[in-house]
């Protein structure tokens, strides 16, 4: 990679201190423990990984909302940290998964959209009515729901508003989070499409993150895979979905149901059960699901393995170490 990075992540660590229980110490929870990710300007970077696996943490902390307890964010060059919080939001805006819930039903469609534009000190009040007739048209909403509320809309409208008031202010970059989940099957690829269509007329960078692997190999340049904090594989979308290389990712990429009803519901092997975050395996993390697993696995964390178009973290990539067939 040698582009323009919008925000790179670097050994980024945050911990939550969690109850156990009445007059019990309070037990670490390391939500996100060492990411390093680039984001670079104009790509897609897909984001995916099981519930609770840290993914909407690491984003709350790219957009800000949360310090790191350690490590460092650094948003076109300069430390997050160091900006106010109007510079972060001009530059990085969220399009969060369930459009109702994200718009205030007693706001009409057009103050909704407007509010950016007041918040984030536009100086201009004149022209924010003709601003926001502008994105409503290029995100494909009716001028005649300006002053409708919320509830009057449908699904897929209601989702368009919110990416209208994202893009309000042309932010550089848009943290989508499940933006199409919330959504009607028939709804689902009409905003998909609109997202491509305004990624590159507004030359957007996207961060998006999904359970659907569909989407996001419909949509992704380059796929992170997160499990217990960690990312432990990135590479291009081409190379993930065609030859994944951690265990992990296989698994996930084996889940995906398929219109065969011949085939049943697919077995990933990985078990019923998740890990407890507040016990972490040790060695590596994923080691007691892994139908790979070697006895080293459970004893030494692995480290980046440099691979095409990223790294992973495997003992079966590693220089040295014991390999079993790749199926």
């Known amino acids: 990679m040698s582009g323009e990075a919008v925000i790179e992540v670097r050994d980024v660590t945050r911990t939550f201190m969690i109850s156990s229980g009445f007059m019990k110490p309070k037990r670490p929870l390391h939500a996100v423990n060492g990411v390093n990710l680039r984001v670079e300007r104009g790509e897609v970077m897909a ?11 690491l984003a709350r902390m790219m957009m800000g909302l949360l310090p790191p307890s350690q490590g460092t964010i650094e948003l076109g060059g300069k430390p997050i940290s160091t900006l106010d919080r109007m510079t972060v939001a001009r530059t990085v805006q969220p399009i969060f998964q369930d459009p109702y819930s994200s718009l205030n039903p007693r706001k009409t469609i057009g103050s909704i959209i407007t509010l950016p534009l007041r918040v984030q000190g536009d100086r201009d009040p004149a022209t924010w009515e003709k601003r926001v007739h502008e994105i409503m048209e290029l995100v494909g909403l009716p001028r005649r729901v300006f002053n409708n509320y919320p509830n009057q809309l449908s699904g897929g409208q209601r989702q368009r508003v919110a990416i209208a008031r994202a893009l309000i202010n042309r932010p550089r970059m848009v943290i989508c989070d499940e933006p199409t989940s919330a959504l009607d099957v028939s709804v689902q690829s009409q905003i998909l499409n609109l997202l491509q269509d305004l990624r590159a007329e507004l030359g957007l960078t996207y961060l998006l993150i999904s359970h659907n692997l569909a989407v996001v190999e419909h949509i992704a340049t380059r796929v992170a895979v997160m499990y217990l904090g960690r990312i432990v594989e990135q590479t291009d979308t081409a190379s993930l979905f065609e030859s994944p290389r951690h265990p992990y990712s296989k698994a996930l990429l084996s889940s995906v149901l398929t219109p065969d009803p011949t085939l049943g519901v697919p077995d990933t092997h990985l078990g019923a059960s998740f890990p407890n975050p507040l016990e972490m395996p040790s060695g590596c ?12 696995c459970s004893q030494v964390a692995p480290r980046p393995i440099p691979a095409p178009g990223g790294h992973v973290e495997c003992h079966l990539y590693d220089e040295g170490a014991p390999t079993y067939a790749q199926s």
């Open 47 to 57: 984001l995916v990984g099981e519930s609770g696996c840290g993914k909407t943490t």
């Open 285 to 296: 993390t994923f080691h007691p699901r892994c139908p790979k697993a070697m006895p080293h």
